[in-house]
């Protein structure tokens, strides 16, 4: 006669034991959450949370409540990366800390895009004093620039602001989102200080001059 095992039976039953299933509202929240991760990612310019949610058809809350939760998460510090606001939208880069790091590994696969002396003295000239004309940025920095402002527009770090209201009209300039992109500002409260610009100054002297700096 055969004996049976209860208990080895028992374990049996408990291996065919299916895990309960997660809640529909904590699947969807986790399929939105990683598909924002993926959003955020792709995305070549910061996107608000508005037009994500537009974009995916979800709502505006649940869109901002998983943003926030992303920028949590990727603020600790196992994470090269982050998730912040930037000009308005959402961006993932890698973290401040690791950003001499990062410059010293890049520069060796390939030469830096970088601006002259010339062109980022007149980009700070106009992120402080925007608007402001080409015949005024002339007067602060004391030499021509058309040059500079051209190379500036071409990289869409300026833009025309309309013109200034006394004789001949000039042109007016500001910065654009493309430079708060680049200088990774949330907004214009976040100008780097002028100790800052002087030492990218300084920087662009020790590399090779580029085209534009004798403008």
């Known amino acids: 006669m055969e004996v049976t095992d209860t208990n080895q039976e028992?374990?049996?039953l408990d291996t065919l034991?299916?895990?309960p299933e997660a809640p529909p509202g904590d699947i969807e929240k986790a399929r939105l959450k990683a598909l924002l991760e993926a959003v955020v990612y792709v995305t070549e310019e910061p996107l608000s949370a508005s037009q994500i949610a537009s974009a995916l058809e979800a709502p505006l809350k649940k869109v901002?409540?998983?943003?926030?939760?992303?920028?949590?998460e990727y603020n600790r510090p196992e994470h090269g990366l982050t998730v912040r606001e930037v000009a308005g939208g959402y961006k993932m880069s890698t973290k401040p800390e690791h950003h001499d790091q990062i410059r010293g590994f890049v520069k060796k696969l390939k030469p830096p895009l970088k601006l002259s002396l010339a062109a980022l003295e007149t980009l700070a000239v106009i992120?402080?004093?925007q608007p402001i004309t080409a015949p005024e940025v002339m007067e602060v920095r004391g030499v021509q620039g058309a040059g500079v402002l051209k190379t500036l527009l071409d990289r869409k770090l300026i833009a025309s602001s309309g013109r200034k209201?006394?004789?001949g009209r000039?042109?007016?300039y500001r910065t654009t989102r493309e430079f708060m992109i680049q200088f990774g500002l949330k907004d214009l409260s976040e100008l780097p200080t002028l100790k800052e610009f002087e030492e990218l100054s300084r920087l662009a002297l020790a590399e090779t001059p580029a085209v534009e700096a004798t403008s």
């Open 10 to 12: 028992s374990r049996a």
């Open 17 to 19: 034991t299916l895990e």
């Open 64 to 72: 901002e409540d998983l943003l926030e939760e992303l920028v949590i």
């Open 127 to 129: 992120a402080y004093k």
């Open 165 to 167: 209201p006394v004789l």
């Open 170 to 172: 000039p042109i007016l």
